[in-house]
């Protein structure tokens, strides 16, 4: 997704949260201080169905759904739930709040991390982006993308992720550990979910697609208009 498609979607969030914009382009450019540009060559998912793999309480239940796809996509903490189950990650989202040393490992490993900044995390940032591996980072960020630091689309860690498989040119995006009705997670959290929704709803209007995880919830989404 081109920014200047993105921008009025970004400037529709910020309002709602009451987040400040130069708040995301402080961290962007805290991230950038240590990205380099990414290869995306080592990323075609073309002709790949993609699992996209949310950290609800479910996905224990649901694992068995990534069994058969060809790129796994985990957003969160799933990567440490779909790698204890024996599967392996293809690319992890991550914004460094919940399990960063997921991150580290997976870089040293030669994982690719998409890793985001945004306006709250940047001691994150700058405590645990310096101990990625640079080579297996792709720097993310909600505001204007610069130099190594990409913008795809995606406020969450996992609608951030669906919008980078999309990104890759995965030819079918499958839904993995969503809940968007979770009711352990705090009001925020609630609200974030909300979007997510609606972004994921224009991206499968985007895409020609219908994803199975917003079926029986579309009458109720309120649509965000297509570009």
């Known amino acids: 997704m081109r920014f200047e498609t993105w921008e009025p979607i970004y400037e529709s969030i910020l309002g709602d949260f009451g987040y400040p914009r130069d708040g995301d382009e402080h ?10 540009p990414f290869d995306f060559d080592r990323l075609d998912y073309a002709t790949d169905t993609v699992a996209v793999v949310g950290a ?32 392996d990650v293809d690319l992890f989202v991550t914004d460094l709040d919940k399990n960063p040393e997921t991150a580290r490992e997976l870089t040293r490993e030669g994982t690719p991390v998409a890793a985001h900044a945004h306006g709250d995390n940047v001691p994150l940032v700058e405590e645990w982006v310096p101990q990625l ?76 697609e219908r994803f199975a995880v917003l079926d029986g919830r579309r009458g109720e989404i309120d649509p965000l208009p297509l570009a």
Request: aromatic fraction near 8%.
């Open 133 to 208: 591996t640079e080579r297996h980072v792709v720097a993310t960020t909600q505001a204007a993308p610069i130099d190594a630091v990409y913008n795809f689309g995606g406020f969450t860690d996992g609608d951030r992720a669906a919008f980078l498989a999309d990104e890759l040119g995965a030819a079918e995006l499958r839904f993995v550990g969503w809940d968007f009705d979770d009711p352990s997670v705090s009001e925020s959290k609630t609200r974030k979910l909300a979007w997510a929704e609606r972004l994921l709803h224009l991206l499968e209007r985007r895409r020609g």
């Open 56 to 87: 609800a309480p479910s996905l224990p239940e649901e694992l068995a759904r990534v069994a058969d796809v060809d790129r796994i996509v985990a957003a969160s903490t799933a990567a440490d739930v779909v790698r204890d189950a024996g599967y």
């Open 27 to 36: 961290a962007r450019d805290a991230i950038a201080a240590y990205a380099s």
